[in-house]
């Protein structure tokens, strides 16, 4: 199958940058491999290539910069992202998540763009709201494959811990759901994660 996903250009450069590969060119001078090494000289080729495929140089040299300041403490970003995330479906969206945790045809959704900017969309809407493989997407069909098998998995647990309170209502077992955390810089893919979170009354009392 021919590879389409936007992404694997931005693959392929940022091995070239970073790295100091050049395909094209193995002989490249000693001054030319330091230049390619050069992270401010990575980021200029990286806001050229953005402009060349039709961003503006404004959007282009925003997205490289957060794309950047990313990578260069992904696990502290990412840290705070979840928190972030976590802290609106422990509260304003509690209800919403509690919801989707039974519901076999939904996942959640993080977008901090929409209003709202968490929702429960079904995996059908999920692909037509955010394009799935091609040219202009930020994930691929595997993803989707990958999201369906998990939200099988967590709805098994969440079901499980149902049936286990059914005849233990003190029990708090875990219920899960997998959530799509939206990615608007052309540089970065979606991702998931999976919230989990204990039955909670609420949830208890809506089954009743």
């Known amino acids: 199958m021919e590879d389409t996903d936007n992404l694997s250009w931005l693959d392929d450069l940022i091995d070239e940058l970073m790295n100091g590969e050049d395909t094209e060119d193995t002989e490249d001078t000693e001054e030319e491999k330091e230049e390619a090494l050069d992270p401010a000289k990575a980021q200029e080729r990286l806001v050229e290539e953005l402009v060349a495929q039709g961003s503006t140089p404004e959007d282009a040299k925003k997205w490289v910069a957060e794309f950047s300041s990313y990578n260069a403490d992904e696990v502290e970003h990412l840290k705070a992202d979840n928190d972030e995330f976590l802290a609106l479906v422990d509260a304003p969206f509690k209800v919403l998540r509690d919801d989707t945790f039974p519901d076999p045809r939904r996942l959640l959704v993080w977008d901090r763009l929409a209003t709202p900017s ?6 059908e809407e999920a692909v037509e709201r955010y394009k799935c493989g091609g040219a202009g997407s930020r994930w691929v069909p595997e ?56 039955l909670s009354p609420e949830a208890r009392g809506a089954r009743q």
């Not at 968490?118 to 995996?123: D, E, H, I, W």
């Not at 969440?158 to 003190?170: C, F, G, I, N, R």
């Open 118 to 123: 968490v929702q429960a969309l079904t995996f």
């Open 143 to 198: 993803d989707l494959e990958t999201l369906k098998e998990v939200k099988r998995e967590c709805l098994e647990e969440t079901l499980a811990s149902y049936a286990k309170q059914e005849k233990d209502p003190d029990y708090e077992g875990l219920c899960s759901t997998p959530a799509l955390v939206v990615s608007h810089n052309p540089l970065t893919a979606h991702r998931w994660c999976v919230v989990k979170a204990c």
